[in-house]
């Protein structure tokens, strides 16, 4: 099954209406590194590297009672209030202590409390950077299907790049600040909605856009390809490597063919269950099995030498594919994150 396709976009909506029911020396070892540290000197010696960047796509849509095992598979160790500018800063301390270079936060469009939290997001790291040194960043998550977004693609496009693009803790990529688009195609969206649109908006491609999908023919249009499905059918059947080897192979041959660098992002994940998201249809899971799914999905995503990899995700509690401390695992995907992330990036 070679398919990028995933039900979120419907829930999105779901939640954008307002409805959430209630209720250094020797040889580097993933076994053996040390865990995570509160230490802020360790945050500094584990700096990422953004030779390399690892990315978590991260949402700021919660509510303390928005966390409810009737709609999650797990919960939180503390159930939060994603505005809050203390929740912000754990969050950021926590991925950054575990290797990731940045958010790729979820942003349906302007004039909402997810557009004000990515603000709030960008204000809060550069004071991260101000304590610690260390420059955490995070690009955005264009949600297709929402509303502000669907309805008016240019407008918002306009607006993510006069607000956002330009802010020092905006990820950029070799000068470029990057944008990640959901679902290009679908909903009346075609290759050449997006070809015109970037003529309209980014006509000197000054920005970089990537593309959630499994065809090669959006790199026409768009810079790079990532999955935040992490290629799950891979988990599922135990040959993740070579499905990421084979969009490495293919990216590899349209440059070729092309003379362009397009990007190879690979998705890794925890495990997924969207099975108690309310209304939901075609839902599944992705069994965690204690970090080995996670392992496996990373070693997979190495194999395939990618430009960058992506972590679906930090924080999507309702699908149930979060690496942020939980009830049921502690910091272990914490843990994990670190450690591969530092192997990726050892010379």
Known sequence: MMSGSHPRSGF????????VLVSTGAPFSPATAAPLTANHASERVFSPLFSRPVLAFYYTWYHPETFCRCQMSDLPVTRYDSSDVATIDRQ??????????????????????????LAKLLLRAARYQQRTGIHFV???????DADAVRNNLAGALRYAIKHYTADPHFFHWQGKPVIFVWRPIGNGRTLSTWAALRQQVDPGHRLLWLAEGTDTGLLSVFDGLHLFSAAYWGLLDHTIASVDQS???????????????????????????DTRVPGRIGTYRVPRNNGATYRLSWQGAISSTPDWISVSTFNEWFEGSMIEPGIGYGSLYLNLTRQYSALWRRP
């Open 92 to 117: 950021i301390r926590q991925a950054s202590l575990a290797g990731i270079t940045g958010f790729i936060t979820s942003w349906p469009g302007p004039g909402n409390t997810q557009d004000d939290n």
């Open 138 to 144: 995070s690009s955005l998550y264009l949600e297709s």
């Open 247 to 273: 969009f490495r192979a293919h990216i590899n041959a349209y440059n070729n063919v092309h003379h362009t660098h397009k990007l190879w992002i690979a998705g890794v994940q925890p495990g997924y269950d």
């Open 12 to 19: 999105l909506l779901f939640l954008l209406a307002g409805v």
